[in-house]
């Protein structure tokens, strides 16, 4: 099921990124910006039912931040001071009439003071029906997309006699699409119409069309994609969409009604977003085809060296073989932190990712007392911490900082690394 306000593509993104979300944080010295607030608030639930509920939250931009269980009837979330959307997700089977549909609320968090926001859940609306195949067979464990106007979308499962019911849906106009277990038969979406809360409607499907398949071949200007996210491809002729992970530089779309169809890729690694045509391929009933797709964007990089403030020409190193190097991060101007390294045996550095043309960026050395010197002798010196602002980036392009002085810890008793 997607929650309520994500679209289909945006949940795709979700589950690609989920191991890998821009972490929100500020540089040090941006006191301000760490200073956390909470949000809490009581759940009403008017049928006295208390299911398991999950809470989501987003930044004001609807962009995922992360999620929770929302025990005991109430919740309580710490965040950075700002405006945010809480979405509330009743956890019961998709196929449950009585499900509460997905809840929004919008609030405020401000530094020091606490923020009570108390939430209602209602009941949502649902759609039941039977299924056949073209063959007359009931479409025993077919699957059962009910997707609305708003391009919210739920999901669910088909029984053995080819029944199935989609619960929790938010009020709003719905068409259904679906292909069999074994993905030969498909068929347009069937329009349900109007849905409202606790009432449902009833649809007889027979899916007439024999399905396809399809492989996507996903490239880069170096070569296959490498790694593993989740890509969805939807037909031109219907506009259904269909969703499998993309490993190895390729992803295997069955079930699929026939025709042309575009791609929606969400970023992976230091390659950035694109939707596009999938080209060399038409999906044909009963056969499958190859397309290609090519990634064409990366993110910017940022490089550099650190260096010692009183030796210029010095730069720092681990002081040991194999030791690790100062850890380097880049903060946007809003202080979301954009990427993070670590300083290689010779000081250089190099921050990567789906980093976009941006201005006003921040970049933070931190040595600690292991990693941070260079050797001198049989000893080695000791750093502080370093910001460096007023760096710019831009897409798919490398940005060079030249040297970096990081300055000595004072007090240190080797005389060779006193202050100059």
């Not at 962009?63 to 929770?68: A, C, D, E, I, S």
């Not at 391929?281 to 397309?291: E, F, L, W």
């Not at 550099?304 to 720092?316: N, S, Y």
Request: aromatic residues 10%; glycine residues 12%.
């Amino acid at each position: 099921m997607l929650p309520s306000r994500w679209t289909r593509t945006a949940l795709v993104a979700v589950v690609a990124l989920l191991a890998s979300l821009v972490l929100v944080g500020a540089p040090v010295g941006a006191e301000a910006a760490s200073d956390k607030g909470v949000v809490t608030g009581v759940l009403n639930f008017p049928q006295k039912d208390h299911p398991k509920v999950q809470m989501l939250w987003f930044d004001r931009n609807w962009k995922y931040l992360g999620r929770k269980s929302a025990g005991g009837g109430s919740f309580a979330l710490n965040l950075a001071p700002g405006t945010y959307h809480l979405q509330f997700i009743d956890l019961r089977k998709a196929y449950d009439t009585k499900k509460y549909a997905p809840t929004d609320v919008k609030v405020t968090v401000r530094a020091g003071s606490p923020t009570i926001r108390n939430v209602t859940m209602k009941r949502g609306g649902f759609v039941t029906g039977t299924i056949r195949t073209g063959d007359g067979k009931p479409a025993k464990g077919a699957r059962v997309v009910a997707a609305n106007r708003a391009e919210q979308s739920f999901e669910t499962t088909a029984n053995d006699k080819g029944q199935f019911a989609v619960g929790g849906l938010p009020e709003g106009k719905y068409s259904v699409f679906t292909w069999d277990k074994k993905k030969r038969w498909v068929d347009k979406s069937f329009y349900a119409g109007s849905v409202k809360p606790r009432t449902g409607k009833n649809l007889k499907i027979t899916m007439r069309k024999p399905a396809g398949a399809m492989r996507v071949l996903l490239y880069t200007p170096n070569g296959s994609l490498a790694g593993r996210t989740s890509v969805t491809v939807t037909s031109k002729a219907t506009g259904q969409w269909w969703t499998a992970t993309a490993k190895g530089g390729t992803a295997v779309f069955e079930g699929l009604y026939p025709g042309r169809y575009t791609l929606k890729f969400d970023g992976l690694g230091v390659w950035l977003p694109r939707t596009g045509s999938v080209v060399s391929a038409k999906v044909k009933p009963n056969r499958t085809d190859i397309g290609k797709f090519k990634i064409t964007k990366r993110g910017g990089w940022v490089t550099g060296r650190i260096v010692d403030a009183g030796q210029p020409a010095t730069a720092l190193r681990p002081p040991f073989s194999g030791g690790a190097g100062a850890t380097i991060n880049l903060y946007s101007a809003s202080g979301a932190k954009l990427a993070t390294t670590t300083s290689s045996a010779s000081g250089t550095f190099t921050l990567s990712g789906a980093l976009t043309t941006q201005s006003n960026l921040t970049i933070t050395v931190d040595p600690t007392g292991s990693s941070g010197g260079y050797m001198r002798g049989q000893g080695y010196c000791h750093f502080d911490h370093a910001e460096f602002t007023g760096f710019k980036l831009a897409t798919s392009r490398a940005t060079a900082t030249g040297d970096l002085p990081v300055a000595r810890t004072t007090g240190q008793t080797d005389p060779s690394c006193t202050t100059p």
